[in-house]
């Protein structure tokens, strides 16, 4: 992809097409589906993701009381399932179910570097075990024919030699498309991604590659593609923030103060219809960080906002917030808040 219109170009994986090259990257307990229904509103996207889910509990799971196994039947065509695990097997048993499903692809996590889940041996800790990591991506794409992504990082070294290799290995054992995020391993998200890895990662294989890290609005967004070259890009904390960013960098979309307000509300609307009122405040409060980096005075107001221990609370909350008028816009996110 040379420019930014080419956004909005579509891309084919196993004869499944996307119509445009922009994700929503994987985010437990941020890429909901209550979040991914505001994010509906907008559109704008080619897929969203899920958030990892556990590859030994998918298979029997009930998508009617798991948190992040849960999906509308609607959103399957652009929705793609993330699975965690460290053991093969249970990676295509869990594979089979996502395609029993209807899911439009399933992406395997060899990205997340927290310490519960590679101390399971999943996420990142595959990146150290190339045999095992190669031997998952071969046995999920033996047990289905949906499109294949895997998600991960430059590794546990800081150098990008070992990406470019792990790139290579994921491509020969099946992938159909990359979604690579530029830090190494220990780094959360601290140190800046370094885009000249994804050129290398891009520039490895023939598959696609989504670039992931640090896009911010529709400058990062455009400097990400022109930089490295990636198929595609995968957003995340910041299509939190704005769930009409997608709208906004594919269709040109201007938000409004207006924008703001109703997104809150629309967001409110939705974790009460599909969560338990204790789940619902826990990921109501943890959207609202995201929600207030867009103001000025975001840390005070992300206070105001979720104050208190009910949901009637949280809605008088934004309702005294953004009542008589929208509290001042900044020009970009607050970067601060959403690093914590
Ligand atoms: C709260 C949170 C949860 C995340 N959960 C996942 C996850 O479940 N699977 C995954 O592959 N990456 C996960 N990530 C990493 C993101 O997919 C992404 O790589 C990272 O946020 C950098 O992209 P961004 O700068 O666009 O936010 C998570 C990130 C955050 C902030």
């Not at 023939?206 to 640090?214: A, E, H, R, T």
């Not at 001042?328 to 970067?335: D, G, M, R, T, V």
């Amino acid at each position: 992809m040379q420019a930014a219109e080419s956004f909005s170009a579509p891309i084919t994986l196993r004869g499944r097409t996307i119509q445009n090259r922009l994700c929503l990257a994987p985010m437990a307990g941020l890429g909901h589906i209550a979040y991914r229904s505001v994010a509906a509103h907008y559109g704008g996207y080619g897929l969203l993701f899920t958030g990892m889910c556990s590859a030994r509990a998918v298979p029997t799971e009930n998508r009617y009381k798991s948190p992040v196994f849960s999906w509308q039947d609607e959103e399957l065509p652009k929705l793609v399932c993330q699975l965690f695990g460290a053991a093969p097997d249970d990676m295509a048993l869990a594979a089979e179910r996502v395609q029993q499903e209807n899911f439009f692809g399933v992406d395997i996590n060899m990205g997340c570097s927290v310490a519960p889940i590679v101390d399971r041996q999943c996420g990142a800790d595959l990146m150290r075990d190339v045999d095992r990591a190669c031997e998952m991506v071969e046995k999920v794409r033996k047990a289905v024919d949906i499109p294949l992504f895997v998600k991960f990082r430059t590794g546990w070294q800081n150098e990008p030699e070992p990406a470019i290799a792990f790139a290579k290995m994921l491509e020969q054992a099946g992938a159909d498309a990359l979604t690579f995020h530029p830090r190494v391993a220990p780094d959360r998200r601290t140190k800046r991604p370094r885009f000249d890895d994804i050129t290398l990662v891009k520039e490895a294989v023939s598959i696609p590659v989504f670039g992931n890290g640090d896009v911010w609005d529709v400058a990062s967004a455009k400097a990400m593609v022109e930089r490295t070259g990636c198929d595609g890009l995968a957003i995340g904390r910041a299509a939190i923030s704005k769930p009409w960013m997608f709208a906004e960098l594919s269709e040109g979309f201007e938000a409004t103060p207006e924008t703001y307000r109703e997104s809150l509300f629309l967001f409110l609307d939705q974790i009460e219809k599909w969560y338990d009122p204790t789940r619902a405040i826990k990921l109501y409060k943890k959207y609202c960080m995201y929600f207030a980096a867009n103001f000025l005075y975001g840390n005070r107001l992300f206070g105001q906002l979720i104050a208190g221990d009910t949901m009637e609370i949280m809605r008088e909350n934004a309702g005294r917030c953004f009542g008589d008028r929208i509290p001042q816009i900044s020009k970009s996110l607050n970067a601060l808040m959403m690093n914590r």
